[in-house]
């Protein structure tokens, strides 16, 4: 081994190890908080700050179930399920319904409503609530589920529109061709072949979108007077006080929280890097 081999292999050893340590900093970063949280969620509230450990030496689990009690959490992790649920596959079925359309068939308008929906992305939600609220109260959908849901619906659309239509674009053509050979419809076409291929794309729309909808409070509050029909991050605003907050029991709230959206991430991560890789290779 020369000299010059030599060294190109100490540099790329070195590159690789600050690369390495880099993402172990991030890594660290992304998960401390995490641990924070946990620990706290089994501390008491008067040792949340005094007890610096990420692990307390006597562990609470009893916090667990007065957050769920008082948090009222049945009634709100009920409600969140069913939001999430009914939102997602109300997205996943008219934005690739959609997306399929703006991609291979031709109609009049086709470019001008598709452009449409990606000025809707640069909108940020709390824009449109004053909109959002008058069109539901002149429909008498106000403090309902189903106009909830809708709204939610309508929030996820036009991203998920962009990134199927992006991937449907990417689709080889004789796959249809074939399937059309064979007696395929048009929703044949869609359902046998786009969306099977459209995997990894409809699992980024799944996680994003279930993501989205199980963490969002504001909408929520604006469209309903019935804290029956709430979602569980209002369960977490039970804790927090005017004078006083309950950190323990808001750390465990939490906890109780964030535990489905992590199960979805897990389950579905293996579709997820693949949907977020797909548009780097054309097919």
Known sequence: MDGRSLNYKIRNFSSRGLLNLFLLLVVLSCLLPLLWMFGSSLKTQSTVFSDMSLIPRVMHWQNY?????????????????????????????????AAYAFSRLQFPGKNF??????????IPL?????????????LHLLNTPHGYILCMINVGLSLSIFLLKTFFDKMPKDLEDAARIDGCSKLGIWW?????????????????????????????????????FMPLQVGLATFQGEFVTQYHLLMAGATITIIPILLIYIFMQKHIVKGLTAGAVKG
């Open 65 to 97: 179930c007065q957050a769920w009690t008082e948090g009222n959490f049945g009634v709100y992790f009920f409600n969140s399920v069913i939001y999430t649920v009914s939102v997602v596959l109300g997205i996943v079925l008219v934005s690739s319904l």
């Open 126 to 138: 709390p824009g449109s609530f004053v909109p959002l609220y008058i069109v539901m109260k002149k």
């Open 113 to 122: 409503f598709f452009y449409m929906f990606l000025i809707a992305m640069m």
């Open 192 to 228: 046998n072949v786009a969306l099977p291929l459209a995997r990894p794309a409809l699992a980024v729309i799944i996680i994003f979108n279930s993501l989205n909808v199980w963490n969002e409070y504001i909408l929520a509050l604006i469209l309903f007077d019935d804290v029956k």
